[in-house]
């Protein structure tokens, strides 16, 4: 497994790989890697010759007050696992190879990255989108995978790689679950024990709620019934929705193709979560 911390070493060996003709698949992390992450790698080698993987603890998705400082660097764990999975190449830049002092471009994706987690996290989904646009430049991937928690992250790249053009296929993977329906999350970490076993009750308020909106419960009493559901608990949540899943809007009674997004903190860890689904399937 190479680790190359410059853009030009990265490059250097894309174009070998290029030049043979491989296909490469690539996986955009910040570490602190756990299933959910070996699932994208798996997947990845699955479907290319060649697997990047992006260690980079992004400072411009971070805003004010978050944990930018404390998110966990398990740099030495995360080497030992993507060598187990056969990852070919990661890719772990420092900020200064990453951003230019004086660099001046943003990609923004409108509308999309305000809504939802952006409401209270401003400028997190610029940050996002344009560390993933830089990432994207510097492997020049065929195909980019994305865990399927990240629901409006996803969308958000969804959008852009759209709108840029840009030639790579972009596979969302499924949500790995703890045993009790917690989404794995680097995020975790932070819980105490006590939190631990509230933080199920996040992924059990989307199955409930499912299981009203399947029933016909109108779209506010399901959304006011799962937060209160999860003020109860202890949560502090941010929001819950009802939304379309192709383009997050707020669902509708006649829209079939349905996710629910949830947001909420369990004393200072912010936990998110949702559940994807089809009326008409159910
Ligand atoms: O999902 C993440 O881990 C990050 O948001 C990403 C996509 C690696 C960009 O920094």
Redesign the pocket.
């Known amino acids: 497994m190479h680790i190359v911390n410059t853009v030009e070493a990265l490059r250097a060996l894309v174009n070998t790989w290029k030049a043979a003709g491989e296909h490469i698949a690539f996986v ?3 570490g602190n890697l756990h299933a959910g992450h070996c699932q994208l790698v798996k997947a990845a080698k699955e479907t290319a010759d060649k697997v990047v993987v992006s260690i ?1 603890v ?1 400072p411009t ?1 971070f805003g004010i007050g978050e944990d930018f400082e404390s998110y966990p660097r398990t740099e030495a764990q995360d080497h030992e696992q993507l060598r187990a999975i056969n990852t070919d190449v990661v890719f772990q830049p420092a900020v200064s190879e990453m951003y230019s002092p004086t660099a001046k471009t943003t990609v923004s994706v409108a509308g999309l990255s305000e809504l939802y987690c952006g409401v209270s996290r401003i400028g997190h989904f610029d940050g ?1 989108a344009t ?2 646009c830089k990432l994207f430049n510097m492997v020049q991937p065929d195909i980019a995978l ?1 865990g399927l928690k ?1 629901f409006q ?1 996803l969308a958000v790249i969804r959008t852009m790689v759209n709108d840029l053009n840009m030639p790579i296929k972009i596979i969302g993977i499924e949500t790995v679950r703890e045993a009790n329906g917690l989404a794995m999350s680097s995020r975790n970490g932070y819980l105490t024990s006590k939190q631990q076993q509230i933080a199920p009750l996040l992924y059990q308020t989307l199955c409930t709620a499912r299981e009203e909106v399947i029933a016909g419960t109108n779209y506010t009493t399901v959304e006011q019934h799962a937060l209160l559901t999860l003020q109860q608990a202890g949560f502090q949540p941010d929001y819950f929705r009802v939304c379309r899943s192709n383009d997050l809007a707020p669902a509708q009674i006649d829209d079939t193709e349905l996710v629910l997004l949830v947001a909420a903190k369990l004393g200072k860890t912010r936990l998110i979560d949702n559940l994807c689904f089809s009326k008409h399937t159910a």
């Open positions: 955009p992390t910040m980079f992004n998705q996002v560390v993933v994305f990240d992250q």
